[in-house]
């Protein structure tokens, strides 16, 4: 599917996009009871999922996999340490070009102090979607060698979804003689990441990161009911990983 088309699915059915437009044709239906109606579950839709505690119950279901132990690795003695795009800044004018989002930037961090206490070399998984800019996994390669001074191996950028991230990743192993790996991505899109590599032959030792439930909690509780930006913003995350894991059971 195109990424114009898909992006513009995603703005009409991930909050507050959806929410905003159902909210709209509410007003315009005023007259009736059912715009009435529309209108008001809108707003109460927006309220409820602008609330940090709705973000860390939707979070609840896909951060159950805890931060990767040194026993792990040594038992399972992984190969490679794979790291998932997160998305591209285009055009950055600090950088003059393009960079790696800061999600990114994070899974990038991440694993790189996994490279250094292991050993093994970096894989970036990404490509450049709607054949625009460089792609991820070469800018990724950059900012390691360069930025973090870690190994990278061979570096994937055909792929633009994280079901290609695992296509592409398992076909390269293969080329590699590669069998086990390490893989670094959000706690957030850990789960459906596993279950993309699974289906494409990989069971790799998950290592995530950025652990948003964790960080709700530092929330008081009085917050944790009033409306919040960056609440919504999470929300919006934790949704799009539902719709794609319930988009890639139907693979």
Not at 31 to 58: E, N, Q, V
Not at 201 to 210: D, M
Request: with cysteine.
């Amino acid at each position: 599917m195109d990424v114009t088309i898909t992006r513009l699915i995603e703005s009409l059915l991930l909050p507050p996009g959806g929410l905003i437009l159902l909210a709209l044709l509410g007003l315009l239906l005023w007259r009736l009871k059912t715009g009435r109606r529309m209108l008001g579950f809108s707003l109460i839709m927006l309220w409820l999922l602008s609330l940090p505690a709705i973000s860390d119950l939707l979070f609840l279901g896909l951060e159950r996999h805890p931060p990767i132990t040194t026993e792990q690795i040594n038992t399972e003695q992984p190969q490679a340490i794979v790291v998932l795009g997160a998305g591209r800044d285009l055009d950055a004018p600090e950088y003059t070009g393009d960079t790696v989002s800061q999600r990114m930037l994070s899974r990038l961090r991440y694993a790189a102090r996994l490279a250094r206490q292991t050993g093994l070399p970096v894989i970036p998984s990404g490509g450049n979607p709607g054949a625009i800019g460089t792609p991820e996994a070469k800018i990724a390669r950059d900012i390691l060698q360069d930025e973090y001074g870690v190994v990278v191996g061979e570096i994937e950028t055909r792929s633009n979804t994280t079901w290609e991230n695992a296509r592409y990743t398992a076909q390269l192993m293969k080329q590699q003689g590669i069998e086990r790996i390490i893989l670094v991505t959000d706690a957030c899109h850990m789960k459906r990441a596993l279950y993309a590599f699974a289906r494409n032959g990989i069971h790799p030792l998950p290592a995530p990161t950025n652990f948003l439930s964790v960080v709700s909690e530092t929330i008081t509780p009085i917050a944790r009911y009033l409306p919040s930006g960056n609440a919504i913003k999470e929300t919006t995350y934790a949704i799009h990983e539902y719709l794609g894991l319930l988009w890639y059971l139907q693979k």
